[in-house]
C-alpha cells in the first residue's frame, strides 16, 4: 500500500534565508508595504531551490484555480524540458506587461518585450509553476541572475516596476534568458481575469485566446470559474 506523506514548511524560516533578495524584490515588483502582493509569500519559489535542498522537483498553484485533468499529466512535462530549462510557466494572458513596459516600448521601439504572441512575448504567468530544484541549483547563469545588484540592473534597463510578486520577476529574466523557462501550454494555466479589457480594448483578444482543451483553470482577479462541464474559451 502507497504511503502519502504530507510535510509542513514555515514561510517565515524560509523567507529569513534570504531576506535581503526578497526585500529587493518587494521593492520592485511588489505595490507599497502591507498590500497584497508585497507578502513574502509572493517570492518564495524564487529561492525555494536553497530553501528545500532535499526536493528535486516541486509543482507550485494558486489556491484560485480549479483542476480539471490529471496532475500526472502535469508533472510529465518535466521531461519535456529542453536542458537549459529550470522551471516551467505559461504565458500571460493579459497585456498587463504591455502596461508595465510601456516606457521602455516606447522609447526603444522594442515592441517584442509585452507584445501580444506569436511575435511579441506577453510575459509569464505564476499561477502554475514547475519549478526543477535540482536545476535551479546547478543553473550557473540562474544564480548569477538572482542577486540583488542584477535585480537593481535588469529592472533599470527596462524601466520595470511590477505589482505581481514572482512573475515578475520571472518575465524581467525571460526577456534576456528564455531558455531558462519552458512555456507550459496555456490550457494548463487558462487565465481568465479580464481586467485589462477596458484598458487595451483593441488588442486585449490577442493575448487572451487560449486553443484547445483546459486542464486549469485560473480564476485570477476574482473572475469567476466555470462549472464542472462548463468550458470557458
Request: hydrophobic content about 40%.
Amino acid at each position: 500500500m502507497k504511503t502519502n506523506l504530507v510535510t509542513n514548511h514555515a514561510i517565515a524560516p524560509m523567507a529569513d534565508q534570504m531576506k535581503s533578495l526578497i526585500e529587493v524584490m518587494q521593492e520592485h515588483f511588489a505595490p507599497r508595504k502591507g498590500t497584497y502582493y508585497n507578502d513574502v509569500l509572493f517570492f518564495l519559489t524564487t529561492t525555494m531551490h536553497r530553501s528545500l535542498p532535499r526536493l528535486k522537483r516541486v509543482i507550485m498553484m494558486d489556491v484560485d484555480i480549479s483542476v480539471r485533468a490529471d496532475l500526472a499529466l502535469l508533472d510529465d512535462h518535466f521531461e519535456r524540458f529542453s536542458p537549459e530549462n529550470v522551471m516551467g510557466l505559461s504565458l500571460e494572458l493579459s497585456p498587463v506587461y504591455r502596461h508595465v513596459l510601456e516606457a521602455h516600448r516606447r522609447e526603444t521601439g522594442n515592441l517584442t518585450a509585452g507584445g501580444a504572441p506569436p511575435a511579441g512575448f506577453p510575459g509569464l504567468n505564476s499561477g502554475v509553476v514547475l519549478l526543477d530544484l535540482a536545476r535551479m541549483r546547478a543553473s550557473r547563469r540562474y544564480n548569477q541572475l538572482m542577486t540583488e545588484h542584477e535585480i537593481r540592473r535588469r529592472t533599470a534597463r527596462y524601466r520595470f516596476k511590477g505589482h505581481l510578486g514572482d512573475q515578475d520577476l520571472y518575465t524581467l529574466l525571460a526577456l534576456d534568458e528564455p531558455e531558462l523557462f519552458y512555456v507550459l501550454p496555456c490550457g494548463w494555466n487558462r487565465q481568465l481575469c479580464t481586467f485589462w479589457r477596458s484598458v487595451y480594448a483593441d488588442v486585449f483578444d490577442q493575448y487572451f485566446r487560449c486553443p484547445g482543451s483546459i486542464s486549469i483553470y485560473h480564476g485570477n482577479c476574482k473572475a469567476t470559474i466555470p462549472t464542472e462541464g462548463e468550458r470557458r474559451a
